[in-house]
């Protein structure tokens, strides 16, 4: 029985693992501290509300097209 489940969690593990990755498409991105930067927001407001408390700021994502975000 052990060995069954462990042939599942291996079967998912793999499943899980061979799905595409999609970046963020999205208009707003939030940058902070070090370079690192969030850019899954949809409104300036949205991003702001997460930049605030982390002493950052908020722009324009360049790479955004849209039509193409995943909802």
């Known amino acids: 029985m052990r ?6 969690a291996v079967i998912l593990g ?3 693992m061979s799905l595409p990755a999609n ?3 999205f208009p707003w991105c939030a940058h902070v ?3 690192a930067r ?3 927001f949809e409104t300036h407001a ?6 605030r408390g982390l002493g950052g ?9 849209a039509g193409r975000h995943r909802q």
């Open 3 to 8: 060995i069954l489940i462990l042939i599942g």
């Open 14 to 16: 793999a499943a899980a």
């Open 23 to 25: 970046a963020q498409n």
């Open 33 to 35: 501290g070090h370079g």
């Open 38 to 40: 969030n850019c899954g």
């Open 46 to 51: 949205q991003c702001m509300a997460a930049a």
């Open 57 to 65: 700021v908020c722009a324009r994502n360049t790479l955004y097209r």
